[in-house]
């Protein structure tokens, strides 16, 4: 019986030292996360894509494809594919500015 | 102080960027999501609406010329367009006006072929009554005293009772005159 049950040791000692120390980039994500910020930025970049067609843009472009491949053919990995390189570049610049004006400023608030 | 505050700067735009490209990326697989489930679920009604039809209808076709899958067996179990089923003799059954019997209503014509006169027997029964009908109107038709199945035969089947007929006319034409 005690045999068949092997179970990795608990690793209490592991937890406490990591291998490195968390980036900055990390620390802000999480800072981001629990301050709500994070999804209020979502929240404003989705309102404002929306509003300047970029999300019909990206919903015209996910139809063409699924047209072509056949409607049960196409995977979401697929549709993030065909989407991402003209989705990011295709940004307006209002919005864009917009957006990283106000994660700088909570960067700047967050007192790094 | 300058030099830390443009680090700063830097990293901070640094940082802005990727946060950003961050939430971007976040936002193109929610896109990506929705519109893949419009796709499979079909809901986007112009997408394969005439195509799907085209396709759905050529198979139709196919399965309607091809006349070795759905012969002797199948055609007594082939779908209309509503999906159902119709056996091939109809079977709801009701009563006949004519004789009060119940009849199944795909038997009803033969049915009525008989009840109402137009088979052999039929007439045999029922011109009984009409003749005995006609011999009443035609004032003591000597007539009478033919036999009835003489009678019915001479009105209904040329073949049956053509000197019968002729027989029967001008035996009622020379009494009728007076």
């Known amino acids: 019986m005690r045999s068949s049950v092997k179970r990795p040791p608990t690793p209490d000692a592991e937890e406490e030292e990591q291998d490195r120390e968390p980036t900055l980039q990390e620390i802000i994500n999480i800072k981001l996360v629990e301050s709500g910020e994070k999804e209020r930025l979502k929240e404003l970049l989705r309102e404002r894509l929306v509003e300047c067609g970029w999300k019909d843009e990206m919903k015209t472009l996910c139809r063409a494809f699924a047209r072509k491949r056949g409607r049960n053919n196409v995977t979401v990995d697929d549709l993030v594919h065909v989407i991402t390189p003209k989705g990011r570049a295709s940004i307006p610049d209002s919005v864009k500015a917009e957006l990283l004006q106000r994660i700088r400023s909570f960067l700047a608030s967050t007192a790094l | 102080m300058a030099a830390p505050n443009e680090d700063n700067l830097s990293s901070h735009s640094q940082l802005s960027s990727q ?12 896109v990506a999501s929705e519109c893949h489930r419009i796709a499979r679920l079909g809901l986007d009604r112009s997408l394969d609406d005439e195509e799907e039809e085209l396709r ?89 005293n033919h036999s009835p199945s003489s009678n019915s035969n001479s009105m209904n089947r ?14 009622n034409g020379t009494i009728e005159e007076p």
């Open chain 2, 56 to 144: 759905l209808s050529a198979q139709a076709r196919a399965r309607v010329a091809d006349p070795s899958s759905s012969g002797e067996t199948t055609s007594k179990y082939v779908l209309d367009i509503f999906g159902q089923t119709h056996p091939p003799v109809a079977n709801e059954i009701f009563d006949c006006m004519n004789c009060g019997r119940s009849i199944m209503a795909g038997r009803f014509a033969p049915h009525l072929e008989k009840c109402m006169g137009k088979g052999r027997k039929a007439r045999l029964k029922a011109t009984r009554s009409s003749t005995a009908a006609q011999n009443r109107y035609s004032r003591g038709n000597p007539l009478s």
């Open chain 2, 19 to 30: 946060f950003f490209g961050e939430l971007l990326d976040s936002i193109i697989v929610d």
């Open chain 2, 158 to 171: 040329l073949s049956n009772g053509t000197s019968h007929v002729a027989g029967y006319e001008y035996s």
